[in-house]
């Protein structure tokens, strides 16, 4: 399987504690992104890479939220002292840069938190 | 102001039948892309279709055309021969190049296909 991976798929956790969920975009592509999905919504952006360089913070990226992507591969997104409202789907999304499919994002599987 | 707007929270459809999702966008930027994307129960959002905002002609993709229509600033998908695995959440997004790659998606329509 070559596609977009997150782990895990499922998070229940209680109120105050922290979450880290991990996204494996696709081999080869640079660019990686984030979006949260509440119940009946589209996916909301949160932050975007560039290889290990973080281009761009929503303001719903609150204090609490840190990605990283150390190596320009993989990224993790954390999740600090989290509140009942952080409950969502985190989806993770990569695409190439260049190239006629430069516009394209392929979405990963998807991040359930329940945040009890 | 909403960028991306889907009139249609659920629509029915016969197996068999064609069906169009409808799908107002709202930009000021001259260069941008339109996206079409599925996302049934399981959670995953797959990508069907594609379309910039300088391409001459209709994009297509199987059973999945896009009718874009630049001056009303629309841009509707059409499943031709409905299946039952087509039930699912459709997503219209868009990206405008001066907002780097965000992406901005719109409310979603659910669709039944009906056998």
């Known amino acids: 399987d070559t596609g977009v991976s997150q782990n895990p798929r499922h998070k229940i956790t209680k109120r105050g504690q922290n979450v880290t969920f991990r996204c494996d975009p696709i081999?080869?592509?640079?660019?990686l992104y984030w979006y949260r999905q509440t119940l009946g919504q589209g996916p909301e952006f949160l932050t975007y890479?560039?290889?290990?360089?973080?281009?761009?913070k929503s303001r719903l990226l609150s204090d609490r939220f840190s990605a990283e992507r150390p190596k320009g591969s993989f990224s993790t997104l954390e999740i600090q002292r989290t509140e009942q409202g952080d409950s969502a789907m985190y989806l993770c999304?990569?695409?190439?840069?260049?190239?006629?499919?430069?516009?394209?994002?392929?979405f990963g599987p998807g991040t359930r938190l329940t945040v009890l | 102001a909403q960028k991306i707007t889907q009139t249609q929270p659920g629509m029915f459809v016969q197996e068999k039948e064609a069906v169009t999702l409808d799908c107002t966008y709202d930009?000021?930027?001259?260069?941008?892309?339109l996206f079409w994307y599925k996302q049934p129960s399981s959670g995953e959002m797959i990508f069907l279709i594609y379309?910039?905002?300088?391409?001459?002609q209709n994009a297509t993709e199987g059973r999945y055309s896009l009718n874009f229509q630049k001056a009303r600033k629309s841009a509707n998908l059409v499943i031709s021969a409905s299946q039952l695995g087509d039930s699912a959440m459709y997503f219209c997004?868009?990206?405008?190049?001066?907002?780097?790659?965000?992406?901005?998606f719109g409310p979603g329509t659910s669709l039944s296909v009906i056998p």
């Open positions: 999304a990569s695409s190439p840069s260049g190239g006629a499919d430069t516009d394209t994002q392929y």
């Open positions: 081999s080869e592509h640079n660019r």
């Open positions: 890479f560039q290889n290990e360089a973080q281009l761009e």
């Open positions: 930009t000021s930027d001259p260069s941008y892309g």
């Open positions: 379309q910039g905002s300088y391409d001459q």
């Open positions: 997004a868009m990206r405008e190049m001066v907002e780097d790659d965000k992406v901005i």
